[in-house]
């Protein structure tokens, strides 16, 4: 899930990653032994439009702790490293973050490749890991949280209101990755539940952008809806060919990835009328929001790049304090039972409750079309589980489970 470096700078102000260390944001926590929070993300290559905003809403969330006196009068402080789109790096500096710099909790990965890469590490470090995008699906760790939608939430909502507005004939097109292949699974579970069929899928490795031949089996097979799970800068590509070729008012589309990089402000109006769901869009009306878009635009002086993965690694961050404050520790087995207990933070989302036999985030999910460069909020579905995969996972009954279960249909 990304975007191209030049799409990116297209849609979005540039920011110099120095402002992230602007006097404003400076913490007021004592002059203590500080708390060392590890950052692993993609912040320049092919995901910098994930990753840089992931980035800055990290910064910001460890800015207003800080600024509100640390945590266990501590300040705490962040080392980041970025792996500029290499899986490789991601494996490099989670071994650094453990043995070099021996920090006390890693937030990072975006895609599942990087979660993976960097997981086993982690667990054997004994380092609570903090993954907060959404994904496929499955993890069962005890020393992993997500906060991020999973497809129980986001695909579960997404399909059967796509088929209710137009029709049970489905064409899938999805990423040909561990992603793409659990969520086009998904999308089947769902759409067959709410009486919908699938008539094909076609999954597409990551740096193919030519998608002619695609769109002609698309119109010969006629489907009432196209689904995507389409991903990275090479298959924004397909939107517009989609476009290109008349289609976009021909067929109607949903998708479970576009918007979450602000790949629609890019796209401008051939993202018009695609449904999306998911747990975050600047346009929701809450207090907690509009806090976090204000604190946001005084840190970075520009609210554009705020997007989906952004915000659920702000609110990861948040989660991860709270739990520290409850335990009145940074230690690995006093925060995870902290986590554990059912806690809960309100972010820039909605409430977010951790799941203690998951380690899975309960989240507010919001059905939503684009228009005109935003998102319009047709319907919110409040405090969705992360159910199905998830239900197998019970970790506490299993605390040594470190599975990531996959879907069967």
Request: proline letters at 5%; a negative charge; charged letters at 20%.
């Amino acid at each position: 899930m990304a975007l191209n470096k030049r799409d990116f700078l297209k849609g979005s102000s540039a920011l110099a990653l120095g402002a992230l260390a602007s006097p404003a944001l400076v913490g007021r926590a004592a002059a203590a032994d500080p708390i060392r929070l590890g950052s692993v993300l993609d912040v320049s290559g092919i995901f910098d439009g994930y990753g840089r905003p992931m980035d800055m809403a990290l910064r910001l969330a460890v800015a207003e702790i800080n600024e509100s006196g640390g945590l266990l009068d501590r300040p705490v402080e962040i080392t980041g490293y970025d792996t500029q789109s290499d899986i490789a790096l991601y494996t490099q500096y989670a071994q650094q973050l453990a043995r070099r710099d021996r920090v006390d909790v890693v937030h990072g990965g975006i895609l599942s490749a990087s979660r993976e890469a960097i997981r086993p590490i982690l667990r054997r470090a004994e380092i609570p890991y903090f993954y907060n995008v959404l994904y496929e699906g499955g993890v069962c760790d005890r020393n992993v949280v997500v906060t991020g939608v999973t497809p129980a939430q986001q695909v579960a909502v997404l399909v059967p209101a796509a088929i209710e507005r137009w029709g049970r004939r489905i064409y899938i097109l999805a990423a040909d990755y561990n992603y793409g292949q659990n969520t086009a699974r998904w999308m089947r579970k769902f759409a067959e539940e709410a009486g919908g069929e699938v008539v094909e899928t076609d999954f597409f490795p990551l740096d193919v952008s030519d998608f002619g031949s695609t769109i002609a089996k698309i119109q010969t097979a006629a489907p009432d809806i196209v689904l995507s799970a389409l991903v990275g800068g090479a298959h924004l590509s397909f939107y517009r060919q989609w476009a290109a070729a008349g289609m976009k008012d021909r067929i109607p589309m949903a998708s479970t990835t576009l918007g979450v990089g602000n790949e629609h402000r890019i796209l401008g109006p051939e993202a018009d009328g695609i449904l999306v769901a998911y747990n975050y869009a600047p346009e929701i009306d809450s207090p907690t929001n509009r806090a976090f878009l204000g604190a946001w635009a005084e840190a970075y002086g520009d609210t554009g790049l705020v997007n989906e993965l952004a915000v659920s690694n702000y609110q990861g961050v948040k989660l991860w304090a709270e739990a520290v404050r409850r335990a009145g520790t940074v230690a690995r087995m006093p925060l995870i039972e902290a986590i554990e207990s059912g806690m809960s933070i309100e972010g820039p989302g909605g409430t977010v409750v951790i799941d203690p036999k998951t380690h899975h985030a309960v989240l507010d999910v919001h059905l939503m079309e684009f228009r005109d460069g935003g998102a319009v909020i047709l319907e919110t579905f409040e405090q969705r589980p992360p159910i199905d995969t998830q239900s197998v996972c019970d970790l506490e009954a299993n605390p040594d489970d470190v599975t990531q279960y996959e879907i069967e249909i």
